[in-house]
Structures are given as C-alpha cells and as structure tokens.
Nanobody, 119 residues
Framework: QVQLVESGGGLVQAGGSLRLSCAAS????????MGWYRQAPGKQRDLVAT???????NYVDSVKGRFTISRDSAKNTVYLQMNALKPEDTAVYYC?????????????WGQGTQVTVSS
C-alpha cells in the first residue's frame, strides 16, 4: 500500500504565493510520475502539472509561467510552487503518483488540500 500526504494549502490574497508538498510512502519500488490536479466546486478534476522520473515537466496553459513543479526523488516528494495566484486558482489540489509497487503499476491519490485565493 502507498500513501500520499499533502500539505501547504491555505488562504492567500490574489498575487500571493503558496507552496504545496506531497510525500509518498509505503511499498514503493519506483515512481514513474508525480503530479498535481485540482478540482473547483461543481467542476471536474483537471491536470495542473506533472513531472516524470527524468524531471521532465508538463503544465496546463493557465498556470505556465506562474507555477513550478519539482520533485525530490530521494524523499519521494513532489512540490508545487504557486506564484501570482489568481481567484480562479481556488480549488482542492490533489497529489497523484504513478507508482511501481508490490501490486505492480498503480495510480495513487492524496486526500486533497484546499487552496483559496481571495480577490
């Protein structure tokens, strides 16, 4: 079993910054990709950014230039630095990890952390 624990959400004014962290633990042989998704009220869960084992990253257009994803492979941890936050960034942010573990290749999700950006 693999657990993902997120931290770093909160309330911030527009233009401010937050840093999210997500640590994976458990029966992990390797992690292929880690990423962040978000879900606003009444909307589907959407991709924000991903990073693979080669540190190649991918972003949704709306956050390019403002958000930066990074990972510490030794700690099985992924980060999301969010700058120049906008009210439309308000959502629950979920960490995702594609893990090779005891059960083979599987996707795991964190419990979510709330990010609220006030105008």
């Amino acid at each position: 079993q693999v657990q993902l624990v997120e931290s770093g959400g909160g309330l911030v004014q527009a233009g401010g910054s937050l840093r999210l962290s997500c640590a994976a633990s458990g029966s992990i042989f390797s992690i292929r990709t880690m990423g962040w998704y978000r879900q606003a009220p009444g909307k589907q869960r959407d991709l924000v950014a991903t990073i693979n084992s080669g540190d190649s990253s991918n972003y949704v257009d709306s956050v390019k230039g403002r958000f930066t994803i990074s990972r510490d492979s030794a700690k099985n941890t992924v980060y999301l630095q969010m700058n120049a936050l906008k009210p439309e960034d308000t959502a629950v942010y979920y960490c995702n990890a594609r893990v090779v573990g005891r059960d083979g290749l599987r996707d795991y999700w964190g419990q979510g952390t709330q990010v609220t950006v006030s105008s």
